[in-house]
């Protein structure tokens, strides 16, 4: 059984919001201290280690995976109010209340509050190097190309996936004029119409402007960092409000981004 730790904030945690953003999109942020989280500076051939992934659900519910110190710590509107133990984490999404945990080639079943609901084996035929999604009952590895193969059904428990096993793209494209100027421009499309975009706007050194698109509005989002990015940084929530997580000098800015 994991374990849920109650978690006291080191110090005031600010918060901004909700105030608007660029184009009428409204902004709701908090600051996670960096008290809170496990973080390795970047040493020689080796990159910074933080805040990896975050997870967005139902009723204001978001996890954000922390691999230095092996935790989940688990957000209720931006608030963190506990965290439970996790040795490896690859991805992780919400199902109802629930988290559902990709550990290697194994899927696990994860209350909120830390309790163990089961695990399950990945299908031979889903391939490697996925993202989760899980669409009402059913768990989906979404490959590199946005396509979605079955993992399992979680419905009172993890159940093998039956029926066809390709489910075809996860969302649909969301149409993007790359930046002027830009030497490179990539999306990722993350569901309900938003998408991350990362232009690359000189090589020498390598700068990158980022931002959040939703329906032809841009915000922009800042890439200095810790010397590190998180290596799933965005999530659509149930009510397909978008949350990222920004990693600054201050602290983790979590923010939930809506229309």
């Given amino acids: 059984m994991l374990l849920f ?11 901004v919001g909700p105030v608007s953003g660029p184009d009428g999109l409204r902004v709701e942020e908090r600051v996670v201290p960096w008290a809170e989280f ?3 500076p970047a040493a020689q051939e080796q990159k910074a280690i933080g805040p990896d992934r ?3 659900g139902a009723d204001g519910l978001a996890a954000v995976w922390d691999p230095v110190r092996q935790q989940v710590l ?6 963190v109010q506990g965290a439970f133990a996790a040795s490896r984490v690859d991805d992780l999404a919400f199902a109802g209340r629930d988290l559902v945990l ?6 696990a079943l994860v209350g909120a509050d830390g309790r163990d609901h089961g695990n399950l084996p990945v299908p031979d035929l889903v391939p490697t190097n996925i993202d989760l999604l899980v669409q009402g009952s059913d768990v989906w590895g979404v490959d590199p190309f946005g396509n979605r193969h079955a993992i399992a059904h979680v419905e009172g428990g993890l159940s093998v996936a039956t029926g ?10 969301v149409e993007v004029t790359p ?3 830009a030497l490179k421009t990539s999306v990722r499309t993350l569901g309900a119409g938003w998408a991350i975009v990362d232009s690359v ?7 990158v402007e980022r931002a959040v698109v939703h329906d032809g509005r841009s915000l922009p989002l800042e890439t200095r960092s810790r010397s590190w990015t998180p290596a799933d940084d965005a999530d659509v929530d149930a009510e397909g409000r978008l949350v990222v997580i920004v990693p600054l000098a201050d602290g983790l800015h979590v923010r939930r981004i809506s229309q």
């Fill in 54 to 56: 975050v997870a967005a």
């Fill in 179 to 181: 930046r002027a100027g």
């Fill in 38 to 40: 496990g973080f390795v």
């Fill in 164 to 173: 066809a096993s390709f489910g075809g793209p996860a969302f649909a494209k």
């Fill in 5 to 15: 730790v109650s978690v006291a904030l080191a110090g005031d945690v600010g918060s």
């Fill in 102 to 107: 990709l550990e290697g080639r194994t899927i």
């Fill in 201 to 207: 706007v000189s090589d020498f050194p390598i700068g």
């Fill in 74 to 79: 688990v957000l209720h509107d931006l608030v």
